[in-house]
């Protein structure tokens, strides 16, 4: 496979039997091929160089770091590690072994016959540490060295010349084959802290390629996200990289972030791996598929392939159904640009409770409803992470949210009722209802919980508080205010004052869901009085909520879940407009006949906490592929503000009792 944006090394070295295509990017790095896999290997920062006194070796390979306490080491034990990093890890591959480097505590020998299997596996260079004996060998080059062995395991890229070895970390490279990122990047290794993106892309359509280390690398750390590889919204800032908001205007006038976001720092700090920036609908806006622009709308890998990814993070939700690769995306939800991307992808993904995570250096929408989730696969995967992640001293101070100070109790107080609200509930699809059904048995049963039918919309309406009775505009007046003016504030006024200066008083070109908005935008109507106004509506609106309708008791942190649907109810959405226009299709963002508010807008709303969850598929007849086509099914599960982790110690019960599972890659979820 012949790679945009690296040349073929030029000189003449000895390289491995079977490595293809050694080249260097423009950056210095290298680029190689081995079996039918690519490798970038981080050759400008490499992880440590040593001496090894043989000055006229000059051999560049990949090699594999392996690390072993047994004193004895002979065919079998090497056999075995090598088979534990097969079976363990997809960058690793046998194609590493061309050269090994043992590290060994203390003294150690390998045994002749250890040696005799190595040659047969086609291994030419052989590294022990001090303290190792190894017996010589015709084919098998034993090398002693000097140095700094602070390596973890697994495969890297040797590189020797005049008496050293230069060692890099190598990545695989993976296609993002369903056009779901910017472009892939990686840690540059070099002590500041900053990521490079990697200037090489896949031929024909340009996928780009996503360098993702060896998971070998973290079996020996103790962190909690150890080894995690995660996509990252291109709103969010990565030390190194400009934060484009999915803009080509933004990203022109603006230098590349000098810090991480704190919310993307913890992820680091426990350990996990930045591996790319995915794809958004532009400045985190809920535009249509039809209706993006500045990027090519990724691809979902659900049902036909030409279901919509929804809107904002768009590229999070469908990465995660699509590769098996990646662990986790991280993505923000102001309106439901969470949510809702994981109901067309089928996968889990959450609205936490107003205030619950940090989102300095993120680009904002609404700095008081603006939040933060992560996508996953598994459900315990997605607790483990979340839990972990979501920690009180990133919680946002009162003078962003508008609300009182998070708190956020880790118990097994659980609901004791199930909402099931009869304005947004059954799904549009009958042959999805059964499965939901199901859900609501499977889970009143287990917590023993009553389920309680009743219509949102009539109790809003009908409550005597004025903050409630201005709900309805809230909604269109006052929410409209706080989900746009920090935005304006720190990102339209200053693009458009920028460009007009630069362009001769032009205007950015941006797509439309923002041009119009921006353009029009009154200033005296969303004055910084009218926000603080508005902060104080919403906040009587969440504690009308807090006492109405989804509060605590002294056995529950919120006395009930609500359930409602942000997807489509079991219709397939295509990303093609006119698709849509078709009873066995549906566009997103439909708010139900008789509901005053889309049930997306609850919990920006009413600062609670939202999740969606798969809970199984439905066929359609596809417009696309003319063959039946799986759709996923979701339901979405609504705690009082504080109680995200009492809800995820409830999914985490759902999930032991089998009546939630890990979903797939690929076109079906289940
Ligand atoms: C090539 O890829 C296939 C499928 O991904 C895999 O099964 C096979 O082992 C690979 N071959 C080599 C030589 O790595
Ligand atoms: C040797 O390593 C194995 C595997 O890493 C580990 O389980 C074992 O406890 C170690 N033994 C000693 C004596 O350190
Ligand atoms: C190492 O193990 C091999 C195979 O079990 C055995 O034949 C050999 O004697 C052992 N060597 C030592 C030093 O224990
Ligand atoms: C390692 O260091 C020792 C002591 O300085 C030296 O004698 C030896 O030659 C060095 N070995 C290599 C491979 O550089
Ligand atoms: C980053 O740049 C901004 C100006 O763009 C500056 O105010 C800030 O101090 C810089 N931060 C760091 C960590 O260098
Ligand atoms: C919010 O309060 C923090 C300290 O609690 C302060 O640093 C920050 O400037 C305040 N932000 C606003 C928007 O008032
Ligand atoms: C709303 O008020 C009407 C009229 O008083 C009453 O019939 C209805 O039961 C109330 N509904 C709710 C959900 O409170
Ligand atoms: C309802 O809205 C009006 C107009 O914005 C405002 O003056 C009034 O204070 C609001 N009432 C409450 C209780 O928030
Ligand atoms: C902006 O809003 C103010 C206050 O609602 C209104 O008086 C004014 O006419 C609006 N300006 C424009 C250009 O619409
Ligand atoms: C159900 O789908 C139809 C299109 O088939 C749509 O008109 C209707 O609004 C949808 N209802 C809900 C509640 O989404
Ligand atoms: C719920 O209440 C609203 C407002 O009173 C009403 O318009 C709607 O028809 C009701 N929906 C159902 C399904 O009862
Ligand atoms: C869930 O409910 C369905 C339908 O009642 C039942 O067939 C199934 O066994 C239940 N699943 C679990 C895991 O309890």
Redesign the pocket.
Known sequence: MKLVGAVLFGGLLQAAEGLQSLRRTAQGETIFELGNATYFANTVHPATVLNVGISGLSWDGPITVLHTNVSNITAAVLEDIFKSYSDGDDVFSMAFTSAVLLKTPGTAAVHPAAVDYLSKIKTTHLMAAGGCAVPSHQAVKNMAFNGSLDLPPGPYFASFKAGSVTISKVYRLYEDTHRDFLYGAYAMDDGTGRFASLGVSMPQFGYPAIPVPSRIYSWNDARPFAGYRVAIKDLFDMKGLVTTGGSQAWALVNPVANATAPSIQRILDLGGVLVGKYKLAQFASGANPWDWQDEHYPFNPRGDGWLTCSASSSGGGCSIAAYGWLDYAIGSDTGSSMRRPAAVSGTYGQRPSQGMISLERVLPLGGATDTAGVFSRDPYKWIHFSKHWYTPSLHQSSNITGLSPLVVPDTNAFPKTILYPVDYLPLNNSAAEPILDAFIGNMSSLFGMQVKRFNFSETVANAS???V??LT?LNN??LNIINSRTQWVEVANPLIDRWAELFDGRFPPVDSARREGWHEYNETENSLEAYN?AL??KN??VQWYETNLQYSTPDSCSESVMLYDIGTGGLPSYREEELNNNANASFLAVRPPGATITGASICPLYGCADFTIPIGQVPYWSQVTYHYEMVPITINMVVKRGCDFVLYNMIEKLADAGVLTSVKTGRTAF
């Open positions: 508080d004025l903050a009775a201005n505009r007046g006052p106004e104080r509506q009587a609106a």
